[in-house]
């Protein structure tokens, strides 16, 4: 009796295939590594793809600066844990060096900062490939992402010029300087990454889940507080149960009011919720274009 593949199982067998497939086509791979879900679940799929051998890339983390602490401490426990090589490229060097300049007051971020940081360091260490942990339900210029994302000579996206990709035969051709990112989740959702992880039993960082914070209620979401945060006049501290249903700098990444602290609690809100887990990201709030605007100028 031929076995079937269940819908967790289809979606592991695509990426892994993703994976193996990108390495036959790159002289010098990296695997961008936030310390969030999303990558967790590519690198640990990776980890799979080449049991028992190491992984074949180092993995890579742009530190802005403003992280939060937990995402640190996990990112260096997660590494040490593959037994993979970090490299660590940390946008307060660019900003010490004069390259970049920091913004001030209640908004800023060094969001956008981080995207000159990532393509100075693709380039420095000629990178042919970067992995990266999207996912086409994410957002709507994620949505329009192929796996393998050709990038220019300076980093930059053309959504009208992808390249089509039937029956998983991927165009891995590149001109001199040229290179690609590699999406292995695209097709997955975000419960499909819960239970999974919730399946393969992976540890996650407590950012994911629910308990009390101090934080700032700005634009419908609650910011955690921070040394990088700048309240604005008519704010103040307040302390809320609150999980983050993504990870990224303190100063735009929004938690959201919840009360599921183990993963089956987490996988039952999100089949409920009616919000996207990037609704809490400030840095796309910017405009109706903001992520595909990023995304052209060579942003993750």
Known sequence: MKYKLNHLEELEAEAIYIIREALEI????????SGGKDSILMSYLAHKAFYPAPLPFPMLHIDTGHNFPETIQFRDKWVKKLNA??????????????????????QASRNALQTYVLLKTIKDCK??????GARRDEEKARAKERFFSHRNKIGQWNPKN???EIWHLFNGRKNEGEHFRVFPISNWTELDVWEYLSKEDI???SLYFSHARECIKRDNVFLAKSDFLTLMPDEKIIRKNIRF???GDMTCTGGTLSSAKTMQEVIDEIA?????????RSD????????EDRKKGGYF
């Open 85 to 106: 090589q970090l490299v660590v490229a940390y946008v307060q060097d660019a900003i010490d060096s004069g390259e970049l300049k920091d913004e001030k007051g209640p």
């Open 162 to 164: 992808q390249r089509p």
């Open 203 to 205: 540890e996650l960082p």
């Open 245 to 247: 249903r993504t990870i």
């Open 127 to 132: 990178f042919d490939l970067a992995f990266g």
């Open 272 to 280: 409920t919720t009616k919000h996207t887990e990037r609704a809490a």
């Open 26 to 33: 790159s002289d010098m791979p990296v695997m961008l590594f």
């Open 284 to 291: 796309d709030q910017v405009s109706s274009t903001a992520m």
